[in-house]
């Protein structure tokens, strides 16, 4: 290939050094290929991040013992230095027992904002400072561009089925000065095809699908493991009042869901909402799962003017309430009682505490992310179950 993606750094590439995030991926691998062709100084970095002996045979998990071992093979192929990092009592802390605190107390978490917040872009960017690196790099989709004011931006991939903005808002602006990530431009094919063109030996690796430290995608299984009140049953209540079964764990239910709550109605019912205190999943009607506002907590914002100003001016946004969502119209605005609020301008379907609210200045494929925060409560448009029933 000819075509390679810009790797917006300054200074002479030789004496420039770079610390790749090597996952083991071909991502990141492709990452690292980009940077020793072109010169720079590379040092690949693997992060170990929990104990692997469950996963390291099964694929599809990043940071497990084989991810492990192939980095270090793509590292020997491009003749770089490689280094594993043990970050496991970090990563205990920061991601998984927040995982499963939040489950206990019945929000719906996101580990991989957290992990991305902590342990790769506020400790593994000091890890690299420390071994005298100009940039960190990592494989993630996402645009980073300079902006008129000398500060940078973060954009939506290009192409928009890979975008991982969303796990990422909670970068901050001076993070945002070290960290490069070349592939928010390219496609996951032309990846694919470098690759290959590097000899590399994960060319062909399938993409990771799991959350990375759950075995399997069993996720009740870690956190009965670390927060055991979370599967005590309690009882199954209608938005009316009535009981109408037994559940296995406030962890097993998410706002929005449907299938699984073992219960026999006339009608589909959904989770609406979770009382870990009381043990207490409650359902109701499609329609009663519509917000038209949210309130959101340990807000990230990357504006070009202060976010109290924003909030003041109830500036236009986009916002992501899922991962899989397109971008809806919003504004901001600021709660009764001051916390920092997101209007929607039609109603959204299963907004869940503990999840992201994701911001952009557009809804396009383009869209530069603004910032965002943390899901702490959800208004319901249907005020009263005359409403919904």
């Not at 009981?243 to 299938?259: E, N, S």
């Not at 219960?263 to 519509?290: F, K, M, N, S, W």
């Amino acid at each position: 290939m000819t075509d390679l993606p810009l790797l917006d750094t300054d200074g002479d590439p030789a004496s420039t050094r770079v610390v790749v995030a090597m996952s083991g991926g071909v991502d990141s691998s492709v990452v690292a290929g980009l940077y020793a062709r072109a010169g720079y100084d590379v040092v690949g970095v693997t992060l170990q991040l929990y104990d692997h002996g469950e996963a390291a045979h099964r694929r599809g998990a990043c940071c497990a013992g084989q991810d492990i071992y192939d980095a270090s093979e793509v590292a020997r192929t491009l003749g770089i230095p490689h280094y594993v990092l043990d970050y496991e009592s970090r990563f205990k802390e920061e991601v998984i027992d927040r995982f499963a605190a939040s489950y206990a107390s019945g929000v719906t978490p996101i580990p991989c904002v957290d992990c991305n917040r902590t342990v790769k872009f506020r400790d593994l960017l000091a890890t690299a400072e420390e071994l005298g690196a100009r940039y960190l790099a990592t494989g993630h989709y996402v645009a980073s561009r300079a902006l008129p004011d000398g500060r940078r931006g973060l954009y939506r991939a290009a192409e928009e089925a890979r975008d991982q903005s969303y796990f990422l808002y909670a970068t901050t602006a001076a993070q945002l000065e070290r960290l490069r990530f070349p592939l928010g431009e390219m496609r996951k094919a032309d990846v694919r095809a470098l690759a290959a063109e590097f000899g590399l030996p994960v060319a062909d690796k399938p993409d990771s699908q799991d959350i990375c430290f759950v075995p399997g995608g069993d996720y009740a299984q870690v956190v009965q493991r670390l927060r055991p009140e979370a599967a005590e049953p309690g009882e199954i209540v209608h938005l009316d009042g009535r009981v109408l079964g037994r559940h296995r764990g406030v962890m097993h239910y998410t706002i929005g869901q449907r299938k699984g709550l073992g219960i026999a109605t006339p009608e589909p019912l959904y989770v609406i909402a979770i009382d870990a205190a009381r043990q207490e999943v409650r359902v109701g009607p499609r329609a009663a799962l519509t917000v038209s506002a949210i309130t959101i907590d340990d807000v990230n914002w990357l504006g070009d003017i202060p976010f109290t100003e924003a909030l003041a001016r109830q500036a236009d946004v986009y916002v992501k309430v899922r991962s899989t969502r397109p971008p809806v119209p919003a504004h901001l605005a600021r709660a009764a009682d001051g916390t920092p609020a997101v209007h929607l301008a039609v109603g959204e379907e299963g907004v869940a505490p503990g999840q992201a609210c994701v911001l952009y200045d557009d809804a396009g494929a383009a869209a530069r992310l603004l910032g965002g925060g943390t899901i702490m409560r959800a208004e319901r448009v249907a005020k009263s179950v005359a409403e919904v029933a």
